[in-house]
């Protein structure tokens, strides 16, 4: 098992690509803090991950909320005694065009996606900078923060941003033994996705099979959705990963959709 006696934190890992990551991290040994805005969710993920004999807490946190992100941190710290991998996952989508999209709806997607990512590096970089083994923060951005597609202004905004606060961390941290990176996910069949299908049928005036062959999937070498163990596979050599070799890097799994 590649992640024994580590302790992790994952937002947004109630469901989806986060819980995928936890229920894996959990399988390979390391104790996992399960963040989502809906405790019932965190709860669910953490009772599976111990049926299968892992060790996990639940979180409810509110990632845009500073002190929420860091009472949650210090409590896997007063349980376990350390944070060697924070996974900032916590995301939301709204789909408009430019001219049609409220400054609200704006600031409500990068709040989540941008300031939800600072304040859980914030937080975790304060406990990491007082371990002598440092730690590793990830990011969930994506193929969005390489391109950018119609109606996802905002959510293309933050996933290109969080590139440039991935370095900053990779620049800052590695006197302190943290390394940061950065995977860019295609698209994943997740709850998330399933929404934007058929809103991106209506906006685009287009057939739901439409949008799934023509839209989403229509660049990639197969015609097929990355999966959720695709991100946890990757998630996880990242997070095991023993040098600063791979620090401050954008790890693409797009079943070719973006190449780099």
């Known amino acids: 098992m590649q992640l024994i006696d580590k302790t992790a934190l994952i937002t947004g890992a109630g469901g989806g690509i986060g819980r995928a990551i936890a229920e894996r991290y959990a399988r390979e040994g390391a104790r996992v803090a399960v963040a989502d805005l809906d405790l019932a969710a965190a709860e669910a993920t953490v009772a599976q991950i111990r049926a299968q004999g892992g060790d996990a807490m639940a979180l409810a946190m509110d990632v845009t909320d500073e002190g929420a992100v860091d009472t949650g941190v210090a409590a896997v710290v007063e349980r376990w005694g350390s944070l060697d991998i924070a996974i900032a996952n916590a995301g939301i ?12 709806d704006w600031r409500r997607v990068m709040a989540v996606h941008l300031d939800g990512a600072f304040l859980v590096t914030s937080a975790a970089l304060r406990q990491m900078y007082r371990q002598p083994s440092g730690g590793c923060l990830l990011y969930m951005g994506s193929v969005h923060s390489k391109l950018a597609s119609p109606l996802k202004a905002p959510y ?13 961390v990779a620049r800052e941290g590695a006197a302190h033994r943290v390394r940061a990176n950065v995977i860019c996910p295609g698209f994943v069949r997740t709850p998330l996705v399933d929404r934007q299908i058929p809103e991106q049928a209506e906006a685009l005036g287009i057939s739901e099979e439409a949008v799934i062959r023509d839209v989403m999937l229509k660049d990639t070498v197969d015609g097929e959705f990355t999966t959720l163990d695709d991100i946890a596979e990757v998630a996880l050599h990242l997070a095991a990963f023993p040098t600063a070799a791979l620090t401050g890097q954008s790890v693409v799994a797009s079943h070719g959709w973006y190449m780099q």
Do not use: D, E
Not at 156 to 168: D, E, Q, T
């Open 156 to 168: 293309v905004a933050a996933k290109h941003g969080l590139l440039g606060l991935c370095r900053s």
């Open 93 to 104: 989508q709204h789909i408009a065009p430019l001219h049609a999209l409220s400054f609200a």
